[in-house]
T-cell receptor
Framework: GAVVSQHPSWVICKSGTSVKIECRSL??????MFWYRQFPKQSLMLMATSNEGSKATYEQGVEKDKFLINHASLTLSTLTVTSAHPEDSSFYIC?????????????FGPGTRLTVL | EDKVVQSPLSLVVHEGDTVTLNCSYEVTNFRSLLWYKQEKKAPTFLFML????IEKKSGRLSSILDKKELFSILNITATQTGDSAVYLCAVELGSQGNLIFGKGTKLSVKP
């Protein structure tokens, strides 16, 4: 159980375009979803935390107008990278958690590799 | 500033060796410490530690936390080539349950 999927698994886009990444909890309800970014040979860096039905909380240094996060349902969160530039090329990973459970472990999606040309 | 530091950053061993990976942390609101194994994609969960001195074991892997000295170790005995991966240490903060990750230790096990 506790499977999280991401779509697409990889995407290549031109500079200036927007890209949407979906994160779904397949067999549980995710009251909280997290979005991480990982550059090559770097660790996972938390970008934002989203709770279902409310605005996301962004970490310092992450532009909320550039990285739009929507968590409209208990099983789906989306991250839209607007006006993508080559420096946005990275591995984006989401994780999901049900805060109502006594042990609220985060379950990670498989990640999305974004390449901006 | 909250931080998690792992050492070494990379390690090359031969099959059968035993390795110890280190994770130290400085955070303001500690809830738990987690170890993950990351191969090509997303991290997979290994252990969660909340109390000092209690060893968690899973097969050849074990881990322990010292909340007084603010560190944890991950031991892997009788290493196999399949253990080759990046091992990530993360500290869960008590406020929103955010995870702060270390940079990871890249373990390479040679046959």
């Amino acid at each position: 159980g506790a499977v999280v999927s991401q779509h697409p698994s990889w995407v290549i886009c031109k500079s200036g375009t927007s890209v949407k990444i979906e994160c779904r909890s397949l067999d549980f309800q995710a009251t909280t979803m997290f979005w991480y970014r990982q550059f090559p040979k770097q660790s996972l860096m938390l970008m934002a935390t989203s709770n279902e039905g409310s605005k996301a909380t962004y970490e310092q240094g992450v532009e909320k107008d550039k990285f739009l996060i929507n968590h409209a349902s208990l099983t789906l969160s989306t991250l839209t990278v607007t006006s993508a530039h080559p420096e946005d090329s990275s591995f984006y990973i989401c994780s999901a958690r049900d805060d109502r459970l006594p042990y609220n472990e985060q379950f990670f999606g498989p990640g999305t590799r974004l390449t901006v040309l | 500033e909250d931080k998690v530091v792992q050492s070494p950053l990379s390690l090359v061993v031969h099959e059968g060796d035993t390795v110890t990976l280190n994770c130290s942390y400085e955070v303001t609101n500690f809830r738990s410490l987690l170890w993950y194994k990351q191969e090509k994609k997303a991290p997979t969960f290994l252990f969660m530690l909340t109390s000092s001195g209690i060893e968690k074991k899973s097969g050849r892997l074990s881990s322990i936390l010292d909340k007084k000295e603010l560190f944890s170790i991950l031991n892997i005995t009788a290493t196999q080539t399949g253990d080759s991966a990046v091992y990530l240490c993360a500290v869960e903060l008590g406020s929103q349950g955010n995870l702060i990750f270390g940079k990871g230790t890249k373990l390479s096990v040679k046959p």
